[in-house]
Nanobody, 121 residues
Framework: QVQLVESGGGLVQAGGSLRLSCVASGLTVSSVHMGWFRQAPGKEREFVAGISWGGISTDYTDSVKGRFTVSRDNTKNTVYLQMNSLRPEDTAVYYC??????????????WGKGTLVTVSS
């Protein structure tokens, strides 16, 4: 059974930084493509960033390019999302998930509880 536990969210002022963590069990993050997603109030969940199983490739939605960085620590079976220069529009619940395939920007059908990021102006 796959479990994904996100943490690291919080309240931050615009321009600030946060690092999100996602600890996985039931899957090995180094063997699959992993992604971060977010859902803002009243909006659909959207893809934010992805990292390929080999760690060679990354993928970002346009609005976070140059500000967010996805990475992982295979020894901890954990995926990270470093978020810099945060904006109020980044406010959302953030989730991690295995990607259905590289380039799909879709997650598998198991989701954690997410972690809330609130950016104040």
């Amino acid at each position: 059974q796959v479990q994904l536990v996100e943490s690291g969210g919080g309240l931050v002022q615009a321009g600030g930084s946060l690092r999100l963590s996602c600890v996985a069990s039931g899957l090995t993050v180094s063997s699959v493509h992993m992604g971060w997603f977010r859902q803002a109030p009243g909006k659909e969940r959207e893809f934010v960033a992805g990292i390929s199983w080999g760690g060679i490739s990354t993928d970002y939605t346009d609005s976070v390019k140059g500000r967010f960085t996805v990475s992982r620590d295979n020894t901890k079976n954990t995926v990270y999302l470093q978020m810099n220069s945060l904006r109020p529009e980044d406010t959302a619940v953030y989730y991690c998930n295995r990607l259905t395939r590289w380039g799909s920007r879709d997650g598998m059908n198991y989701w954690g509880k997410g972690t809330l990021v609130t950016v104040s102006s």
